[in-house]
């Protein structure tokens, strides 16, 4: 059992707020802020493309995590991927998903094996992934990957469906606890066989609430507002509110794709945008519109 921290600097409030805060555009104080519910990338990776797409836009961005992740079942999940020959491919509908297999390499004896055999037997295999940050991660490891376009998970079951027969093998599925049965559920009907395994729990950051106190009090109230999974309405649309207050109804809020829309809206929020695909261009081009 393995807990992912997701930035070294997040080991305490104050940090946290600083990762916040240096992670938006650097915009006059002028400019209409947007507040993004997703981790920021890795420092060490370059800019942040949600930053730099907003910023080219004329938006400052600030970008607050609110999920924590810990991963399990580590050891089952190597053994699967030892045998490639059992599977027709592998699906990855989330960034974590891919960042246990990446786990998995860690290990010395697991890396080697993946080097020498592994991965050019899963390479010949189908790949199949939602969103492009989820395809860049998957590319690391060393496979190619096909489906990204879909946008969501749903979309993405149909594509597998066109490409996949019911006698085939099954497709190995790493996943979250929390994943939506959309997926599985289509291949079950179209009978495409399927493998799911869990591999990691989704949990509240233990410093959101500061993070949010802190970003409200000195920043104000956001212009809009981008949740990117239910379980961030879930841990934060509370704490928004009662930070906002009267001001709740001036704030636009957006999705990053139809099934967190959907939370929002089943959560009371009303949508005012929803990304036409989980890109960072994509959610910059809708908040922009909206915000004109």
Known sequence: MTTYDHRACLNSINNLWFCSIVTHSSEEMSTMKVLLLK????RESGPDPYIQEFASLGLQATLIPTLSFEFISLTDLSQKLFHPEAYAGLIFTSPRAVDAVKLCLDEKDFRAAWNNSLKGQWSIKSIYVVGKSTSSLVNEIGLATQGEDSGNAEKLAEYICNKTSSDSLPLLFPCGSLKRETLPKCLKEKGVPLEGITVYRT??????????????????????ITFFSPSGIKFCLNVIKQLSGELLDQIKFAAIGPTTADAMVASGLTVSCTAGKPTPHDLAISIRSILQ
């Open 39 to 42: 981790d920021p990338k890795d």
């Open 203 to 224: 949990t509240e950051h233990p410093l959101i609430q500061q993070a949010l106190s802190n970003y409200f009090s000195k920043q104000g109230i956001p212009e809009s």
